[in-house]
């Protein structure tokens, strides 16, 4: 029997994915945005907010639906099947889950709002993601000077949407009261002084990664009133939840690509037969259903572990759904790609936008080798 926390997460399901057939297709978002550095449109991030899934991972008193991991799980997969190109992952996720846990004051209070009403879009500056490995943000530092306000010094790579992304928030090393550097969490205005974008190529449109370069730019402390270890739980659990609703999208796009290579093989006819009815493309098949099962069983262990406190249990979960991720997912674009044969290298057939989104998807929370040698310190941590 479907318990109410499967329910929510089936209505929620339902909801987004009836949208965006409706209002983001492939057709009518995924293409024409795919060389738009903002990923949506203003009517757009509108229509999530009304839908309540940019607040999905806010608390009810910071204007969001107070949802878990998992909730956000199911959005992001809804959003891999769309081939939705805005920064849901970078600002519902990233960003929101990490402002969700700080402190509560008047900053928080009204980024919280205005990320929950789609007014505002926020990215999470941080290296960690990239890597895998959440550890004290040092590569970038805050310092006060003399009479002056709070500024920050460094740079961060591979930070998502940060081109168009109204506010910054930004882990960093805390010099401005003097002595010893503490762990601190910052937002920074996009349009900051001292405040350098330089975006990356990228294969998939949807992650817009940049490195941010930090000159002296004024900064707005958030977590002063937390302890280091606090805000270190919070970076930590951000990260490990963001990796692994990445997964999730990626769970979603390939469960999609199977179903379009699926319905191919169905109608697709050679030697007087459907191609499905050859044994060799039934293997491909199967072997890409399988990959996706034992990815989506992963991603669901990972992301349920964000919400039980156990930081070992929940960053062990996360990286192994992030190698698997990072096996899988190129697999099942060539996959999908070998099926389709020519056509699926069209750039006026579908298949080849989900090749790119598995491969950018597939090392979004870091490669197999780097989360394999995540688990294994893990383990011997644990030992």
């Given at each position: ?178 002595g010893a550097a503490r762990p601190n969490v910052f937002a920074v205005e996009r349009r900051a002084a001292g405040l350098g974008v330089e975006p990356a190529e990228c294969l998939d449109p949807a992650r817009r990664p940049a490195t941010v370069i930090f000159a002296n730019t004024p900064a707005l402390p958030l ?161």
């Amino acid at each position: 029997m479907p318990t109410p926390a499967h329910e929510s997460r089936d209505l929620l399901r339902d909801s987004l994915r009836r949208f965006l057939a409706a209002e983001a297709s492939i057709a009518t978002c995924a293409r024409p945005l795919f060389d738009d550095p903002r990923g949506t449109t203003p009517t757009l991030w509108r229509g999530l907010a009304e839908l309540g899934v940019l607040g999905v991972l806010l608390p009810t008193d910071m204007g969001g639906a107070g949802l878990d991991a998992a909730h956000a799980g199911v959005a992001c997969e809804e959003m891999g099947r769309a081939l939705f190109p805005g920064p849901f992952l970078a600002s519902a996720v990233a960003a929101s889950a990490l402002l969700g846990t700080l402190a509560r004051n008047d900053e928080t209070q009204r980024l919280g709002f205005a990320l929950a009403r789609g007014e505002q879009v926020a990215t999470l500056a941080s290296d960690a993601p990239a890597t895998g490995y959440p550890t004290p943000e040092a590569s970038v530092r805050a310092r006060r000077a003399e009479k002056g306000p709070i500024t920050l010094t460094g740079h961060r790579s591979l930070v998502a949407f940060a081109e168009t992304a109204d506010v910054l928030l930004v882990p960093a090393a805390d010099e401005s009261a003097g002595g010893a550097a503490r762990p601190n969490v910052f937002a920074v205005e996009r349009r900051a002084a001292g405040l350098g974008v330089e975006p990356a190529e990228c294969l998939d449109p949807a992650r817009r990664p940049a490195t941010v370069i930090f000159a002296n730019t004024p900064a707005l402390p958030l977590a002063s009133d937390m302890t280091a270890a606090g805000i270190l739980a919070a970076t930590s659990r951000a990260v490990d939840l963001a990796a692994a609703a990445a997964v999730a999208d990626g769970v979603g796009a390939a469960q999609r690509a199977f179903e379009l290579a699926l319905d191919w093989a169905r109608v697709r006819h050679q030697f007087g037969r459907p191609i499905g009815s050859f044994q060799a493309v039934q293997h491909l098949l199967v072997d890409m259903l399988t990959e996706i099962s034992l990815l989506r069983a992963a991603t669901d262990e990972a992301l349920t572990a964000c919400d039980r406190g156990d930081a070992a249990a929940r960053a062990h979960a996360t990286a192994v759904a992030a190698a698997a991720a990072a096996h899988s997912l190129p697999e099942i674009g060539a996959t999908v790609i070998q099926i389709f044969g020519g056509i699926g290298y069209t750039w006026e057939h579908d298949a080849h936008l989900f090749y790119r989104r598995l491969l950018g998807t597939s090392v979004s929370a870091g490669t197999e080798g780097q989360n394999l040698d995540r688990v294994e310190a893990l383990l011997f941590d644990q030992a």
